[in-house]
Every structure is written in structure tokens, then in C-alpha cells.
């Protein structure tokens, strides 16, 4: 009998955990069926991952450092990066899910510690320092921010209530979707005083004023002397 694959069982294995993962999250993940659909059994599965929780860490380390090498960062054209990373997520849609599940699961901690550990980190933070320095982001921003708000308005489809997903439209409305992204992630050269209904607009709202997002929830300066 040939010896058995280790590699490829396990692959077999997180490959099937993705899958469930991704639709039933931890808690509604069933051990039986990630065996079943990745062609191992229920004992090999805890020999090399211990347990359910520990294979939902492995599949979601593996599905976080993908998404952080999807795409080249540079803080020189933050909405080209956004679009990029928005079609990296498009065509890896299981990806973006285990991370909104690993929110939901309270793995924040673990993913920013995953983020923070990653060789491109310091270069991301690098290069957006160096763009504020040439004049390209304002220093208003802190770059970490920055990266949160883009990553927000990348997912924003996927987990707007009431809005079809990304993966549930036609290639128009794709297109479209590109744009909006494009558009809400450019930079505003210009300084605005911005209220909201009269009253001063807290600092992270303004941040996504000044970066041209939800655009008709904002009134002007001027309209708090109203």
C-alpha cells in the first residue's frame, strides 16, 4: 500500500473547513461533513488539527494571509489599490467570508496580530506615511485608520443589510460598483467644515466625508448657522 499523502490530506481538509466555515461559521461548522467532503477521516482531522476551533485558526490564518498578498499595496494610489483589492475578494469570495466570520467569532485580537506579524505591514505603513509626506494622503490620518476605512468600504457589499452581494449581480452593476469604490475611496484635496444636521460631525464620520462616502448624509459647514 502506498503511503499516504500528509500534504494532500490536509489540504483536502482546510480546502473542505473553508467551505464550511465560510457558510455555517464555528458554531454551525459540522466536523462530520468538513471530513466527508475532504475525503479524511474524523480521526486524521484531530490529529493534525487538534480541534474544530483549532482548524477554524488554521483556515482562517491561511485565508487572512491570502488576502493580505492578494494584491501589491502602495499608499501612492489608495483607490486603484481598493479596486484591486475589491476584485482580489470578487474572485475569492470564501476568503472574505471567513474573515467576517472571524470578526463575528471575536478573532479580531488574532487578526490584527496576524496583520501586525506579516512581512508587508512595515512597508504598508511605510508607504503611506510617505504618500502624507508627499502630499498624496493628508496627515490628518492615522494609516492604520486609513487601512480599516478601506477595508470597510471593500466589504461594504458583503455585509450591507438589504443589498445584493458581489456575488449575486451582473457584470454591469459590478462595473458600477468599481466606480462607487473608486470615487468614495479618492482623497478630497480640499479642506470642508463638516456637520450633520447642524451638529459637529465625530472625527471618523469626517473621515469618511472627506473621502467622498455616503456624500448625501452630509450637509456643509454653513449649515450649522441655519
Partial sequence: MAPTDVTATKQRILDAAQEEFGTYGLAGARIDRIAKNGNASKERLYAYFGDKVA???AVLDVDFEQAMESVEFTGED???HAV????AMLGKPQIQRMMIWGQLQ???PRMKKLAEEHSSWVPRMATIRKAQEDGLISKHWDPQDLITMLFGLVFGWVVAPGVADNQNV???EIARRREVLREAVTRRQETVSVHLYGAPVPRAIQALRDWNFAQI???EG???AA
Fill in 222 to 224: 454653513d449649515a450649522a
Fill in 106 to 108: 471575536g478573532e479580531a
Fill in 217 to 219: 448624509l452630509f450637509e
Fill in 170 to 172: 451582473d457584470a454591469d
Fill in 55 to 57: 482548524l477554524f485558526h
Fill in 78 to 80: 489608495m483607490p486603484a
Fill in 84 to 87: 484591486e483589492l475589491f476584485d
